[in-house]
């Protein structure tokens, strides 16, 4: 009973974050998505780089540095912080590499066993974590306008996807969808996932809007897809470091990473189609 008590006032807490970072303006939302991507990104260097010296310590700090740039990069564009959009991105792609490369200059030092699997790994979590993440920028933000409705109901569908998953499978499941990666996981759990995420796309539509009936039904099918593929991804990498959760910052649910795996996976497909959607003007 206590720690159902203990994951309840979390996960309430932990709403009330959510909908408050989202619906509390531009600026909200983005310190809110900031430290989300700050904290995923330190969980995953926590989990894939060694920290049993200070030297470690800096290359997870140099990671979260170089993971959060992506971010950073869209953020001041996305906000309007510069007048000239154009050179800056320009000079931002051009700076890109060197920044990166500060990686490989700081392994040259750290006296490290393994200096090229910390380079793949630091340039991994900016791929896998910080990426993404500036990709939801370009969601939420269209010419000076905050499409709040559109996050928040891609939010909703994967973690409905994954609670319906969870639920269904639960209490029918009986054949393993990905039993060397995830044994608890079963196709009637997928099958319960995506019913309710189709339900909670039309509900988005009914109630929101912000898009065609037909682009929800779309966004909930590269939700159950690709976000379902995205937690098995998060569950490999737990899996290879003989973890259970991503972190504890969540009493009773884990980490961070453990709640956006899905999210963070499925947001380059959503954006594809979102911008896609946009620039055809339907």
């Not at 973690?159 to 608890?184: H, Q």
């Not at 019913?195 to 099918?221: E, M, N, P």
Request: proline share 3%.
């Amino acid at each position: 009973m206590k720690g159902l008590l203990r994951r309840g006032a979390t996960a309430f807490i932990f709403v009330i974050v959510m909908l408050g970072g989202i619906y509390g303006g531009r600026h909200a939302f983005v310190l809110l998505f900031a430290l989300i991507t700050g904290l995923c990104l330190w969980e995953f260097f926590n989990i894939v780089l060694m920290k049993n010296q200070r030297r470690d310590l800096i290359r997870q700090w140099l990671g979260l540095t170089l993971g959060m740039v992506p971010y950073l990069l869209a953020s001041i564009v996305q906000l309007d912080l510069i007048s000239n959009k154009e050179a800056f991105i320009a000079i931002a792609a051009l700076l890109f590499f060197p920044v990166v490369f500060s990686a490989f200059i700081y392994e040259l030092y750290s006296r490290s066993e393994q200096p090229f699997v910390n380079v793949a790994f630091i340039v991994l979590g900016m791929g896998y974590i910080g990426v993404p993440f500036a990709l939801l920028e370009f969601i939420a933000f269209e010419d000076g306008y905050f499409h709040a409705n559109t996050v928040f109901g891609l939010l909703a569908m994967t973690w409905v996807n994954d609670t319906g998953a969870y639920l269904v499978g639960s209490r029918f499941g009986k054949t393993p969808l990905f039993p060397r990666i995830s044994p608890k996981k079963t196709w009637e759990g997928a099958v319960g996932g995506t019913l309710s995420t189709l339900l909670v796309a039309i509900f988005v539509h009914q109630f929101l809007g912000g898009l065609r009936l037909v682009d929800w039904i779309v966004l909930a099918g590269i939700v159950v897809v690709f976000g379902s593929l995205g937690d098995l991804v998060e569950s490999m990498l737990k899996r290879s470091a003989q973890i259970k959760d991503s972190g504890s910052i969540l009493p009773g649910h884990g980490g961070l990473l453990d709640r956006f795996d899905a999210f963070i996976f499925l947001l380059p497909f959503a954006t594809a189609y979102i911008l896609w959607v946009r620039m055809a003007g339907v």
